[in-house]
């Protein structure tokens, strides 16, 4: 074992660390000490949105210590960012095991530091904490959950005063904050119990009422009440509420996939408790074909993300990719919102740089502003702050199956968006179409956009090191030509410069420093490279487009996308 990593564990065995704690590393140093070595060679870091990692002893895991020190270090940012007034902080967490544990004890330490601390009486979905910041005027907050990560995994989200996770420079101030923090003995662990107020059903009331105000169709529903609508929480916190949001809507047939119903943290029903995935969706797919519903809906265990499936022209059920949730999403705000004579001049609706580009044909064949920000909800958070007194937020979202509906929370937010997305289907169902016919419909009217992602993992020690490597293989070493096509443009976010590879032409690029790069093909296909900023992961985004001429040559047409999609694949040597 490396003398850095031997220092480490040393002094957690000999430091005020309790015996259980203690008892584990020296079993670990018996047994497995490559998991040791796994669990020591670090510390986990705090990133720009806070922590995530597996549970377990060490300082590369999340555990009591590590979840300790970093709340110290958030609380003591927080004291001096809001030095004349009382800081307040609420809390929330997910399902996950140790959630509640890592949730008291960030609330003891906030507390300890003399923060007024709103702790949610039991799990509740991540959006709702990001409410319940800006409903209860608290400068901060706190979620604990590693959203659609594995069972193994756990994570701490921060959030500051606008609802929103930290941006700069509060993101980079918060981490040297936490890093400050070299040993346990400087954690108030306990003092302040006074300071803690457990908050629940008010909230939640509160919170629904925000969702119920963002109907804009209400009488169709009232029309369509007996849509036939499956729902999975997928053992997660969307049982809270989705299914309460859904009656208050008008909803009256509902249908709960049973088997993951009940909020469990070992996730039992599913590898990977991601609405993403088919495997984890195969249990609503089942019920949704039993009881042939309309439509399918997943969230995942902290509620912010949100699959759907739907029925296509043959009967068969298929799963809707976040591109095309999104699009349908977009589309319908802005289509009904007209339709109701609500929209206004200066609407504008919010997507990620790695999100089809579909979304701003529509927008701009509908004379609304669309804005491309970097990927995360929080820079969506952070635009509309930005653009509050003079434009009109009405949807944001991003192709990993977020959507955020309307100001009043500043994250995804999947319990309003399963709703809207129902109200969507009852909308469409009135007018005697089904959602696959209207995803058909704008293909025909705004182009025909398909994407794809792959995600390649690089676990260990060396992970980082092999990604970073590529990324800087691509940065130096631009492909001239990928499938045939040339590459035109070549965007490097992390530079913050675009340059055209034909003329030499280069440009700056107005958005903060990320390390994402784009390559811009002659034949309009778009490939995004970006490292995942909360896994061991780099993430290739595919994106090609075609004119439809009518339905009838659709499938023709996505075929000779995914082959297009596909050659890209292999041409970059990614599978």
């Known amino acids: 074992m490396d003398a850095s990593v031997q220092e480490r564990v040393n002094k957690w065995l000999q430091g005020n660390y309790d015996q259980a704690t203690k008892n584990e590393i020296l079993q670990l140093q018996k047994e497995n000490p490559a998991e040791l070595n796994e669990s020591f060679y670090r510390n986990l870091e705090f990133g720009t949105g806070g922590l995530r990692g597996i549970m377990g002893v060490g300082t590369n895991r999340m555990n009591k210590y590590t979840v300790g020190m970093a709340t110290q270090g958030y609380a003591n940012y927080l004291k001096s960012s809001f030095s004349r007034q009382q800081v307040r902080v609420a809390i929330a967490h997910d399902s996950r095991n140790n959630s509640r544990f890592f949730a008291e004890t960030a609330a003891k330490v906030f507390a300890a530091n003399g923060i007024k601390v709103f702790l949610f009486q039991s799990l509740r979905p991540t959006p709702e904490l990001s409410f319940t910041i800006r409903h209860l005027g608290c400068q901060g907050g706190v979620v604990i959950t590693a959203s659609h990560n594995p069972k193994e995994y756990n994570g701490y989200k921060a959030y500051w005063n606008d609802g929103g996770q930290l941006v700069p420079p509060h993101d980079t101030n918060v981490i040297k904050e936490v890093e400050k923090i070299g040993s346990v003995d400087e954690v108030k662990w306990s003092g302040g119990e006074a300071n803690i107020t457990i908050v629940g059903k008010e909230i939640d009331e509160a919170y629904i009422s925000m969702v119920r105000d963002l109907s804009v169709y209400p009488e169709i529903i009232e029309k369509q009440h007996n849509?036939?609508?499956?729902?999975?929480?997928?053992?997660?916190?969307?049982?809270?509420?989705?299914?309460?949001?859904l009656q208050r809507f008008g909803f009256s047939n509902v249908h709960v996939v049973d088997e993951q119903a009940t909020p469990d943290g070992n996730f039992p029903t599913v590898a990977y408790p991601n609405p993403e995935e088919k495997e984890t969706m195969s249990l609503g797919l089942k019920k949704a074909k039993e009881i042939d519903a309309d439509i399918l809906l997943g969230t995942d265990p902290d509620a912010d993300r949100v699959g759907i499936g739907i029925k296509d022209d043959k009967g068969n059920w298929v799963l809707m990719n976040g591109n095309q949730t999104a699009v349908l999403a977009f589309n319908?705000?802005?289509?009904?919102?007209?339709?109701?004579?609500?929209?206004?001049?200066?609407?504008?609706?919010?997507?990620?740089?790695?999100?089809?580009?579909?979304?701003?044909?529509?927008?701009?064949?509908?004379?609304?502003?669309?804005?491309?920000?970097?990927?995360?909800?929080?820079?969506?958070?952070e635009l509309i702050k930005e653009k509050e007194k003079t434009e009109n937020y009405v949807i944001g979202g991003e192709e990993s199956y977020g959507l955020m509906i309307g100001s009043r929370l500043r994250d995804k937010d999947a319990v309003s968006a399963v709703a809207i997305l129902c109200e969507m289907a009852a909308y469409e169902k009135d007018k005697g179409r089904s959602l696959y016919e209207k995803l058909i419909d704008l293909y025909g009217q705004y182009g025909f956009y398909k994407e794809n992602l792959i995600s390649i993992t690089k676990k260990g020690m060396d992970g980082q090191k092999q990604i970073a490597d590529m990324m800087e293989g691509y940065r130096k070493n631009a492909p001239a030509s990928i499938n045939g096509s040339r590459v035109v443009k070549l965007l490097d976010y992390e530079l913050r410069k675009g340059k055209n590879l034909q003329t030499g032409e280069t440009w700056d690029i107005s958005l903060p420093v990320s390390n994402v790069l784009q390559f811009i093909l002659e034949d309009g296909s778009k490939i995004s490279a970006r490292p995942s900023g909360t896994e061991p992961k780099i993430k290739f985004y595919f994106s090609v487009h075609t004119k439809l001429d009518s339905s009838t040559t659709f499938d023709n047409a996505s075929g000779s996308l995914d082959k297009r999609i596909a050659g890209i694949i292999k041409d970059m040597k990614l599978q």
């Open 227 to 245: 849509l036939c609508i499956v729902y999975t929480p997928i053992h997660g916190t969307g049982i809270k509420l989705v299914p309460e949001v």
């Open 332 to 381: 319908y705000l802005i289509e009904a919102r007209k339709a109701k004579g609500i929209a206004q001049a200066n609407d504008m609706v919010v997507k990620t740089i790695v999100t089809t580009d579909m979304i701003d044909e529509i927008a701009k064949q509908n004379s609304i502003h669309c804005y491309n920000v970097l990927t995360g909800f929080k820079w969506i958070a």
